[in-house]
């Protein structure tokens, strides 16, 4: 609605600003937002002129954070492999569990059963998780089609997330995720057959915001990656990857080469990589879910990271096989308990920096002046409490766009 202001007072904020130390935090605080985006911002008492014309919240004092991004999410899909869970805990190895039909195959035909609307279904329930713990914007990954129809089906599922719930939607093209059985061992082929051409087709639909891959010894090598990311910049589409989740192939400094806006999972990163990363300003995004899940050994090089000032972000990896994960909550706990990052650093992983990651800091991901007005308002005494605590959900309101959308 034209020229709707809203004014909320008594905040304490947690701005996560770049160039403010820690998360950005301002006691006593104010924001007006104008037409869905921040207006002004700053301490109660400097309140502008035309602030006496909005409507007014008060905040009673609450913590204030930037909406929450989960920039890495596959939360798109068909089914669920909680069977392949059970046979995994009852020893199965990898290879037994492929052979029964587990594995991504498994939900590549749960996937592909299910029409666009039947995916929007299957998904609203996790999509409404992430968004009742304060998420604003959730990215989607293709990946469980393989086949073109399968992967657009996919990312009109996603699309049709957006138009349905208070949340923004970047959509990645991961047709080169795994390869199809009709084309075992014949990865060129359908990156040639399948790959390209969806992702041609994809970009005229305008269902592609990125394109990503898996760069990983049992997916695909760095030379296949580079046909995927050849045709993703010709057709003008930014990149991610995949890379060292299981090994190291260089898959992040390939992608860093390619100014990738990420290099996500990174367990296996070296020094070449991440000197790769620093150079193209490529986001370091760390999935501490399936790193948990799969019960890798191998903990992402983040002190290293830290020292070469590479931006890292914290996602869910939300997906059926390896990270069944709905809680940016409990990823920012993880990432901290396992990985070691700090609060500030798990605050600004799932805020500034996964907007970083996806190429939309300048309209979301802070409090700043002229960013969307997408904010979480929090029950909390302090912002370390938001990493602290398991399987606890603080949050009062969410705002998206400048509008309460209540929890
Ligand atoms: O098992 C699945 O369904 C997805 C696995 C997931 N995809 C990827 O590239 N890495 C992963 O851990
Ligand atoms: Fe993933």
Redesign the pocket.
Known sequence: MKNHRTLWTNARLATLAPQQPGCGIMEDAAILCEDGCISWMGRAHDLPQAAGQAEHRDLEGRWVTPAFIDCHT?LVFGGD?AMEFEMRLNGATYEEIARAGG??VS?VAATNALSVPELVEASLARVDTLLREGVGTVEIKS??GLNIEGELNMLRAARALEAQRPVRVITSYLAA?ATPAAYKGRNVDYIREVVLPGMEQGHADGLIDAVDG?C?GI?FSVGEMRLVFDKARTLGLPVKL?AE?LSNLGGAAMAASYGALSAD?LEYLDGQGIAQMAKAGTVAVLLPG?FYA?NETQKPPVAALRDAAVPIAVAT?C?????PLTSLLLAMNMAATLFRLTVDECLAGVTREAARALGLLSQTGTIEVGKSADFAIWEIERPAELVYRMGFNPLHARVFKGIEVGT
């Open positions: 596959h492999r594995g991504i939900s990946g469980y995720h898996f990983e997916a995949h989740q999972h399936a799969i990896d997906n059926p096989g390896t990270s």
